[in-house]
């Protein structure tokens, strides 16, 4: 049996684009906001969620993790 349920994750490359499919449930409308599509069911559950500029938007996030890790350890460490 198949299990529906699975996350699946993948890049293109070429587009830059991360793509994370949440169900495989069948696609009726998308919603783009900034570099990130959502595409929905006919019942607004999510499906799945594109990030255009993948590279620049996981850097971001690194910088942003790393800053953050900074931040937790200067807290920790400040009298």
């Known amino acids: 049996m198949k299990n ?8 293109e490359p070429e ?10 449930k069948p696609i009726d409308y ?3 906001i900034g570099n990130v599509i959502v595409h929905f069911t006919k019942n607004n ?14 850097t971001g996030v690194k910088n942003l993790v ?6 937790i350890k200067e807290t920790i460490l400040t009298p």
């Open 4 to 11: 529906k349920n699975k996350v699946k994750l993948s890049y």
């Open 66 to 71: 790393e800053k953050t890790q900074i931040s």
């Open 15 to 24: 587009a830059d684009v991360l793509m994370w499919e949440i169900t495989d």
């Open 30 to 32: 998308a919603k783009e």
């Open 45 to 58: 559950t999510p499906v799945l969620i594109e990030i255009l500029e993948a590279s620049k938007f996981l």
